[in-house]
């Protein structure tokens, strides 16, 4: 009795120490796989074919199933950990590049956006492999495909003062948990349970019939970049930490319980989220392993 008390209270602790370290998860494994998964299905011919090649054999050809691979790694690969998120100043709601791009001891670039710069022209020089590449671009294919995710998890843009939600301690219905876990798995693990059958597949498929319909107009303006860059993250943080303000922080204060009011209206903006990273990585990934002469790789 007194042991399995004390193992719980410990595992309690532990639990919770892990919490509040920052920013310790992306999208939850399910929401990496669903972006990634719907990114799959709009590669032309010759991005699937680089995918494939670059893909790790544990893969077995499919992008998906290793799209959480950032996650695993970040604490053998430390210099990562800051690359998953960007902080903004508390209160703000916007975001800018030269302003919030850093880690926490301000080396500039260093945030998901930056990383998404860095990745994409990693992975440009895919085409002159006659030369051999001085990057892993296996690992750069799988850091770009997790970021692009993580960057449209609106709380991966949040607040500096509250590391994006992870010390905002709430309850998701009976269970004590942080705002950003909420936002990271907590909604998409409800949706499932509720709406889904707990069956991932079905919830892509839901995501993919809405894409190819009720958001069609939309999604197609999703898959652009202005001025033909070939990534683009600076509106996808904007639209984070705006979604952030509006809907994450919001009716969400320290000590507050959420249940089905703040589901039922954030959901859909979660799924929306997963659904437009999912078509901005095709499309990204799709410019990239594109044998059209390129445009330079430019920075905001
Ligand atoms: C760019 O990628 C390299 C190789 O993974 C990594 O060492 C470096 O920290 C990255 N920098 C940024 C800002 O992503
Ligand atoms: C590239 O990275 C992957 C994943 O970390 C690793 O398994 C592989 O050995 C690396 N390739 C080279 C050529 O270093
Ligand atoms: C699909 O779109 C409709 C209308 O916008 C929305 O009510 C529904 O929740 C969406 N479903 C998914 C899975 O995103
Ligand atoms: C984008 O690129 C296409 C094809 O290279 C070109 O026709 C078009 O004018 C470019 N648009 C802009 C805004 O530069
Ligand atoms: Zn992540």
Redesign the pocket.
């Known amino acids: 009795m007194y042991g399995s008390g004390l193992w719980s209270m410990m595992g309690t602790a532990l639990v919770f120490l892990l919490m509040l370290i920052p920013g310790i998860m992306g999208w939850g494994k399910e929401g990496h796989y669903a972006t990634c998964k719907i990114a799959e299905g709009y590669l032309t011919g010759e991005a699937l074919a680089a995918v494939k090649q670059l893909l790790?054999d544990s893969a077995e050809g499919d992008l998906a199933s290793v799209c959480s691979w950032p996650d695993e790694?970040r604490f053998h690969y430390r210099w990562s950990s800051a690359l998953h998120y960007v902080d903004t100043p508390d209160f703000r709601c916007n975001y800018e590049y030269c302003r919030d791009c850093h880690d926490s001891a301000g080396h500039k670039d260093r945030c998901v956006t930056g990383a998404i710069y860095n990745y994409t022209m990693q992975l440009s020089s895919y085409q002159d492999s006659i030369v051999e590449s001085k990057y892993?671009l296996?690992?750069a294919l799988l850091f770009l495909s997790h970021f692009i995710g993580d960057v449209h998890q609106p709380l991966h843009v949040g607040f500096t003062g509250d590391l994006g939600g992870n010390t905002i301690i709430v309850r998701w219905y009976r269970r004590k948990t942080n705002l950003h876990h909420v936002w990271d798995t907590m909604i998409i693990d409800s949706a499932l349970k509720t709406f889904y059958n707990s069956d991932l597949t079905i919830m892509i498929h839901a995501l993919q019939q809405n894409i190819t319909n009720d958001w069609l107009n939309d999604a197609s303006s999703w898959a652009i970049c202005a001025n033909n860059h070939t990534v683009c993250p600076e509106p996808y943080a904007s639209e984070s930490i705006s979604a952030a303000c509006k809907f994450a922080y919001r009716n969400a204060t320290p000590g507050s319980t959420l249940g089905d009011e703040y589901f039922l209206s954030r959901l859909p903006v979660v799924e929306k989220r997963l659904a437009q990273g999912g078509v901005r990585l095709a499309a990204t990934l799709n410019r990239i392993f594109s044998s059209q002469p390129k445009i330079a790789v430019a920075r905001r």
Do not use: H
């Open positions: 790790p790694i892993n296996t690992e």
